[in-house]
């Protein structure tokens, strides 16, 4: 089992910049890992994710302003988001695909004009 708890969230005017945080309970070395995002009345959609050996992946709508980072000494895994948009405001939730997959709770992003 493992527990993800996101931070790092909160409220910054479109061309912001937010820093995420996904601290996890146990170890995510041999887990992908993964950022999603839901806008209110909106589906869950696929942001970035990282491998194992850190190759990364990013949503078309977020390629070249958010940078997806991982420490596995901290079990820690990072969304850089620069250049916000308000339609990047959603919830963003962190995702351990290990043997089993693992979400948080997630953490509020509001971007505004």
């Known amino acids: 089992q493992v527990q993800l708890v996101e931070s790092g969230g909160g409220s910054v005017q479109a061309g912001g910049s937010l820093k995420l945080s996904c601290v996890a309970s146990?170890?995510?070395?041999?887990?992908?890992m993964e950022w999603y995002r839901q806008a209110l009345g909106e589906e869950r959609e696929f942001v970035s994710s990282?491998?194992?050996?850190?190759?990364?992946t990013y949503a078309d709508s977020v390629k070249g302003r958010f940078t997806i980072s991982r420490d596995n000494d901290k079990n820690t895994l990072y969304l850089q988001m620069n250049s916000l948009k308000t339609d990047d405001t959603a919830v963003y939730y962190c995702?351990?695909?290990?043997?089993?997959?693992?979400w948080g709770r997630g953490t509020q992003v509001t971007v505004s004009s």
């Open positions: 146990g170890f995510i070395r041999f887990c992908g």
């Open positions: 990282i491998s194992r050996i850190g190759t990364t």
């Open positions: 995702v351990a695909n290990c043997a089993s997959n693992f």
